[in-house]
């Protein structure tokens, strides 16, 4: 079980300047079913003393760990990790639970072309630059290599046929698209990944200056994830 249940179970390390304890019935409760099912909370069975907080709010600045995972005590063995990330777009950060039952390795992934690198300037260049570099390679010798550009592409004649040279062709351009996808990602990822880390970084200090550095970090970072979700990711699908 996961979710918000707006409440915590240990007030001195889920709490941070709270003056009482939220919901009391509704956490007795919680503390009963715990017990009565052998429930554990697996990210504070790896952090016994650790404070980190799910939810916050500036003024007056307050925190708790309101969100969590509830797991049968035999499933921790199979526990990986469970963390607390920055989110975006909630006021509530992320709690992610990695659960490894039977390890397998991931065979190599099918692409396909995201048509948002069209509107990307530096691809449609990169792309261009690959095509008459083809055309060079395979122009019958006749022509003045650096006049082909001016020579229309119905009168261009090649080494090899035209199904071919269009085979040719489609083969170059999905290896250079595959290649500059996955730069893309890499540089994206790379950006993601400063933010995540910026993020949890803030997120660990109690020292109320330290909340608008974090909410401008969770802004860029959702302008990121925007991106993704409009299907401008550049990667492999």
């Known amino acids: 079980m996961c979710g918000d249940y707006n409440l915590v179970q240990d007030p001195n390390l889920d709490y941070n300047n709270y003056k009482k304890i939220n919901n009391p019935k509704a956490r007795n ?3 009963e079913i715990k017990d009565m099912y052998n429930l554990v909370d697996p990210f504070r069975e790896i952090n016994p003393s650790l404070r980190r907080y799910t939810w916050r709010r500036k003024n007056p600045l307050k925190q708790a760990r309101l969100d969590f995972f509830l797991i049968p005590e035999t499933f921790l063995s199979s526990v990986d990790k469970c963390t ?3 989110s975006y777009r909630s006021d ?3 709690v992610i639970l990695n659960l490894v039952f039977n390890p397998f390795v991931k065979g190599k992934p099918l692409w396909k072309h995201n048509n948002s690198l069209l509107k990307d ?5 990169t792309i261009n630059n690959k095509i008459e570099e083809i055309k060079t390679q395979y122009a019958v010798p006749v022509y003045n ?3 082909l550009k001016d020579i229309p592409n119905k009168e ?3 080494t090899i046929n035209d199904q071919l040279f269009l085979e040719t062709l489609l083969m170059e351009i999905r290896g250079k698209s595959i290649s500059y996808s996955c730069y893309k990602k890499k540089e994206r990822e790379k950006e993601e990944k400063n933010l995540i880390k910026t993020i949890e970084t803030l997120e660990k200090s109690l020292e109320p200056e330290h909340i608008q550095p974090l909410e401008e970090a969770k802004t860029l970072l959702s ?3 925007k991106t993704k979700m409009r ?3 550049h990667e492999r699908n």
């Open 92 to 94: 509530h950060s992320m």
């Open 231 to 233: 299907g401008q990711d």
């Open 121 to 125: 300037k530096e691809y449609l260049k």
């Open 223 to 225: 302008e990121i994830r």
């Open 145 to 147: 290599i650096n006049n």
């Open 29 to 31: 409760k919680l503390l």
């Open 84 to 86: 607390i990330i920055g």
């Open 156 to 158: 261009l004649q090649f």
